[in-house]
């Protein structure tokens, strides 16, 4: 069973757990966010796609965590544990996604450091990697914000619209991560 996701703090943004209750408020704001996503990602837009993405974040590899907003709870972005390995690597890949009535508020940010704790602290995961396309400023200048490093880049990394794209890696480690028997 996956471990939980971390509940409501003192700050604007919490993390909790996407469900199939999301899926008219997230397909509406993936909706209306498309402007802001193109060319980078392709996120959930239909009822059927919503359903493959959930029966995703069901699986033990995989964690699907929506930014909320405080005051009104309601889903200002997604963030994704994806392809978690356990063993000696303890390591995953992060997706992640601004709905764009909430782009640039910072909340993005806040919920980023709330899954960094939680991947670490909660998931005892050493290692998370964010994979960028290198023409999109914003994304990187968030996962600068938040500690990762850049360690280089990837060709013809993803396929995403149609075309294979370069990504930059760029990663955050916890050093205090030790393996558990």
Request: proline content about 3%; overall charge positive.
């Amino acid at each position: 069973m996956a471990a939980k996701a971390p509940h409501k703090n003192q700050a604007r943004a919490y993390l909790r757990r996407v469900d199939a209750n999301d899926r008219s408020e997230f397909l509406q704001l993936m909706r209306i966010s498309r402007h802001l996503h193109q060319p980078w990602i392709s996120p959930p837009l239909t009822d059927l796609s919503f359903q493959h993405y959930l029966s995703r974040t069901n699986r033990e590899d995989h964690e699907g965590l929506l930014v909320c907003q405080q005051e009104d709870d309601r889903i200002a972005g997604v963030i994704n544990i994806n392809n978690m390995v356990r063993g000696s690597f303890l390591s995953a890949s992060l997706g992640y996604y601004a709905g764009a009535t909430f782009a640039g508020k910072g909340l993005m940010r806040e919920g980023l450091e709330l899954v960094k704790q939680f991947a670490f602290n909660d998931l005892g995961l050493h290692r998370l990697e964010a994979n960028i396309q290198p023409d999109n400023h914003r994304s990187i200048a968030l996962v600068q914000q938040c500690g990762f490093h850049h360690e280089g880049m990837s060709r013809d990394f993803l396929f995403i619209n149609g075309k294979w794209r370069d990504h930059q890696r760029w990663t955050c480690v916890d050093a205090r991560t030790t393996l558990r028997g």
